[in-house]
T-cell receptor, first 117, second 117 residues
Framework: EAGVAQSPRYKIIEKRQSVAFWCNPISGHATLYWYQQILGQGPKLLIQFQNNGVVDDSQLPKDRFSAERLKGVDSTLKIQPAKLEDSAVYLC???????????????FGPGTRLTVL | AQKVTQAQTEISVVEKEDVTLDCVYETRDTTYYLFWYKQPPSGELVFLIRRNSFDEQNEISGRYSWNFQKSTSSFNFTITASQVVDSAVYFCALSEAIDASGSRLTFGEGTQLTVNP
């Protein structure tokens, strides 16, 4: 079974530029998550989708970050404009979890390492 | 708010030594889930174990074992006879219910384990 796919793996941009990351979850997984992991820290949830609806975006800096999952499968996370402090690894995860079910396990992709100069 | 504390930032051992990674958590939820993930240098978070709050039985999987003690809010991870391939950052995480349909993982800061030959 294929895992969570992410692209690109690495991205270097100048501050104030825009950038987009793509994620394809494990087939059949209803829930998709985007995390930000700053060097030396644990991942922090940015946004969670269930199918194509947003479940939790309370920690997403909405003035510059946006995300969508239009067809309930793959997803795009965008930063516009980027700041120096956005340098981090952006991890995508997915889980089989359905509405009302107990917590299930999140499986992570390889991440996109973003460097903002 | 939930919190996960991994007090050991870095641990260095010699191959074949046993090593225990500590995890202490805080939550007000009566039902919750605890996880351990491994993050090798490649960057992908690899799921190791999930445990719910009602199951305090210790678990063993090969060289890995986990000790869950609700009374002390701890969920420690032991690697027996460590190997160089065990070198990675290990994260403990706690699942928090957002509402009936969603949950959020709170990660600790991670413990960098280095196993030297």
């Amino acid at each position: 079974e294929a895992g969570v796919a992410q692209s690109p793996r690495y991205k270097i941009i100048e501050k104030r530029q825009s950038v987009a990351f793509w994620c394809n979850p494990i087939s059949g997984h209803a829930t998709l998550y985007w995390y930000q992991q700053i060097l030396g820290q644990g991942p922090k949830l940015l946004i969670q989708f269930q199918n194509n609806g947003v479940v939790d975006d309370s920690q997403l800096p909405k003035d510059r970050f946006s995300a969508e999952r239009l067809k309930g499968v793959d997803s795009t996370l965008k930063i516009q404009p980027a700041k120096l402090e956005d340098s981090a690894v952006y991890l995508c995860a997915s889980s089989l979890r359905l509405r009302g079910a107990d917590t299930d396990t999140q499986y992570f992709g390889p991440g996109t390492r973003l460097t903002v100069l | 708010a939930q919190k996960v504390t991994q007090a050991q930032t870095e641990i260095s051992v010699v191959e074949k030594e046993d090593v225990t990674l500590d995890c202490v958590y805080e939550t007000r939820d009566t039902t919750y889930y605890l996880f351990w993930y491994k993050q090798p240098p490649s960057g992908e978070l690899v799921f190791l174990i999930r445990r719910n709050s009602f199951d305090e039985q210790n678990e063993i999987s090969g060289r890995y074992s986990w000790n869950f003690q609700k009374s002390t809010s701890s969920f420690n991870f032991t690697i027996t006879a460590s190997q160089v391939v065990d070198s990675a950052v290990y994260f403990c995480a706690l699942s928090e219910a957002i509402d009936a349909s969603g949950s959020r993982l709170t990660f600790g800061e991670g413990t960098q384990l280095t196993v030297n030959p």
